[in-house]
């Protein structure tokens, strides 16, 4: 079993950047797809950004291209998501989910772990 758990969230005004990491516990990370999302109330939680445990397999979701970055770490076991250019509407509960496949996956069925989400609030 994989926990996951999800740092860095906060408040921050529009334009402003945050970085968010997620770490496991219990397992490494190394062989797995990661991947983040993002819930809005009242909306679906959606595909922002995942990369590959394979060398050079990044996606991202067409509206924080640009602006986001996912990274991992395999020595410190951790994936991050760099935020830039924060827009209010990147407002929403951020997840950190886990999958065991070398293809990037934008479907939430596809991950098999999920973390607990860190806020990200972002003011106009």
């Known amino acids: 079993q994989v926990q996951l758990l999800e740092s860095g969230g906060g408040l921050v005004q529009a334009g402003g950047s945050l970085r968010l990491s997620c770490a496991p516990s219990?397992?490494?990370?190394?062989?797995?797809?990661m991947g983040w999302f993002r819930q809005a109330p009242g909306q679906e939680r959606s595909f922002v950004a995942g990369i590959s445990w394979s060398v050079g397999g990044r996606d991202y979701a067409d509206s924080v291209k640009g602006r986001f970055t996912v990274s991992r770490d395999n020595a410190k076991n951790t994936v991050y998501l760099q935020m830039n250019s924060l827009e209010p509407e990147d407002t929403a509960v951020y997840y950190c989910a886990a999958r065991d496949g070398v293809v990037v996956a934008t479907e939430r069925s596809e991950y098999d772990y999920w973390g607990q989400g860190t806020q990200v609030t972002v003011s106009s």
């Open positions: 219990g397992r490494t990370l190394t062989t797995y797809t």
